[in-house]
């Protein structure tokens, strides 16, 4: 089964500050790892996915399979970067996506 | 714009009513994806279609049910609509299905039961 944790609901910085947003997950075989960021329930957007390693809008992601871990990093914040975050899998033959909960994340000025 | 399509944007109905959502994916994609979001239950995979075929069936209640045509364009049947039903809907797309794809949204159908 295909599970992904993101163990924050909330997270609130202030502008400049560094932000982790956490993702942990669960997939017995190689999974395909991704981010996508919504804002104002707007539609969700891809913002990274592991397989490419680049960095968008200054965040980058690391898959760790040691740990199970996807976690999402920038070193300094924005306030535009306020947003909900959500951790997605994908792996199979399906190729269907299976979402973490979110995190919302609120810079503050 | 990602250019996934998603008629009507809103719309409000009583319980017991039928809706369609109506869903068009990117030129060249031949994957369709439905998506709920609630604010209970967050965003919850309902059912996957690749060139016409049913590919994946997720949380998708038996009230519910979806087709995608020749024209690869989808549709998302909601019957009997209770309380509950109140959500976005989010359709996909994708080229194909394998690793290495990309999933683009569309903005979502809000969908208010009352």
């Known amino acids: 089964a295909q599970r992904v944790t993101q163990p924050e609901k909330l997270l609130s910085v202030f502008k400049g500050a560094p932000v982790e947003l956490k993702c942990n997950y669960s997939?017995?075989?190689?999974?395909?790892l991704f981010w996508y960021v919504q804002y104002s329930r707007q539609r969700l957007q891809l913002l990274l996915r592991h397989i490419s390693r680049e960095s968008i809008k200054g965040f980058t992601a690391d898959l760790n399979k040691g740990e199970t871990s996807f976690h999402l990093k920038k070193p300094f914040a924005q306030e535009e970067d306020s947003a909900m975050y959500y951790c997605a899998l994908s792996g199979g033959s399906n190729y269907k996506l299976t979402f973490g909960k979110g995190t919302l994340l609120t810079v503050n000025p | 714009d990602s250019g996934v399509t998603q008629t009507p944007k809103h719309l409000i109905t009583a319980t017991g009513q039928r809706v369609t959502l109506r869903c068009s994916p990117r030129?060249?994609?031949?994957?369709v994806y439905w998506y709920q979001q609630s604010l209970d239950q967050g965003l919850q995979f309902l059912i996957q279609y690749y060139n016409g075929e049913e590919r994946a069936k997720g949380n998708i209640l038996e009230r519910f049910s979806a087709q995608q045509f020749p024209d690869l364009h989808s549709e998302l049947n909601l019957s009997s609509l209770e309380l509950g039903d109140s959500a976005l809907y989010f359709c996909?797309?994708?080229f194909g299905t394998g690793f290495g794809n990309t999933i683009y949204f569309g903005e979502g159908s809000w969908l208010t039961v009352v």
């Open positions: 996909a797309s994708s």
């Open positions: 997939y017995s075989g190689s999974p395909e």
């Open positions: 030129s060249g994609d031949l994957s």
